[in-house]
């Protein structure tokens, strides 16, 4: 029925050109940055078979965030709810004809069947970068570095926004210490790390009690997970180092609570969190050494990376006043029809200006008033309005209005280069 207009999806989102504005400004910012420390754009694809992500993602993703559907042949297919597995793959089909290491970066789409809040949603925009094939700590410097600049050009300083580091494997052998544990006893005590922020202090105590530990193994491990200082590996003393080398050491700060939830990580892992009220994550990485393995591939190449989402960098840029003043980009002229007389000359105009570089429109109704005409020019963010009219047709000119100013030029049709570079200097004085 008229009227009832059929809803999105829950969840997902409409981009109307003002908000897709903002899309194109951070993939730019997000891609050039990774493009000036020599990362290539990639991508893979939107649909994936499950398998790929068992036994690699967290479990909570699989099994309860992914969005599925069978194919015709009865496999399970998921819409990509990260890339990280993607990439592995895609380095492990072809790990024979690479050169490493690899730099690679992509911006494109995800899916997340999750509770929709402030800054997450089921469909979002995620930049990833990852630098795969070495194994040196100067390789996850050279990451953690970039997720600073990432913050850095966007305009945030440390005081609204840091990055939490730890080291996985450091922290696995300081708990197999001080709890006197084996390893494989200290392992599953990640994923209650992981969650120990989202946790009150009791049920944290009752979580520890389950998994076995006694009063004094409790203590030890949260005693722990407070220290800041990077004296149980050397491993990160020697990032921090480098990091502080390029200039971005004040983003940093030693966090041992940080384990990430993706089982794929082996040893660096960092988040980036927001320091204003919104007090969230904004994106997270580390490193994983065993993932083309376990993708399939006869080699073992390890990565290091992370992947920022879009819709918490948004919140974070609205709530600290850093989102960029962005209009959607529309055409720079309206070329006016005053007839069906003038309809010829009014279409090669547009071609020409076209083909010399200039966004042109072409108003679609012959004849509508020309201050209708206007007013739609005015509507649309166009800068110029291009006029031909009987008289103009008969010297075989044109008038230029500034829709801005409402100042007017008048040109000789011929003479594109003369319209044009009047265009662009409007656009280049802003």
Known sequence: MAGNVIPRVKGMRDFHPEDWAFQ???????????SSFGYQAFEGPMVEYQDLYLGKSSEEIVNQQTFTVADRDGKTLVLRPELTPTLARMVADREGQMAFPVRWQSYGRFFRYERPQRGRGRGFFQWNIDLMGSESPLADAEILTIACLSLKVLGLSPQQARVRVNDRQGLENLLVDVLSLAPEDVRPLFGLVDRIDKMDKDKFSEAMDQQGLSGKQQDALLEALEGTDTDFSPWLKEI????????????????????????????????????????????????????????????????????????????LLKEVDLTPDLTAVGADILV???????????????????????????????????????????????????????????????????????????????DITAITSRIMKADQEG
């Open 336 to 414: 006016t029809v005053f007839s069906e007389e003038t309809l010829e000359a009014s279409v090669a105009l547009s071609r020409a200006l076209r083909e010399a570089g200039v966004r042109a429109e072409l108003h679609l109704k012959p004849g509508e008033r020309l201050d209708k005409q206007l007013k739609r020019a005015d509507r649309t963010g166009s800068r110029f309005a291009g006029i031909i009219g009987p008289e103009e047709l008969v010297k075989q000119v044109m008038i230029l209005k500034d829709m801005r100013s409402g100042d007017q030029e008048t040109f000789a049709l011929q």
């Open 24 to 34: 194109t400004w951070l993939s730019g910012q997000l891609l050039a940055l990774g």
């Open 240 to 315: 921090l180092d480098t990091v502080a080398l390029n200039g971005v050491g004040d983003y940093v700060e030693v966090d041992r609570k940080i384990v990430r939830g993706f089982d794929y990580y082996t040893r660096t892992v960092f988040e980036a969190w927001a320091t204003t009220s919104l007090r969230r994550a904004l994106f997270g990485g580390g490193r994983y050494d065993n993932l083309t393995v376990q993708v399939g591939g006869k080699r073992q190449v390890p990565g290091v990376g992370f992947a920022l989402g879009d819709m918490a960098m948004m919140e």
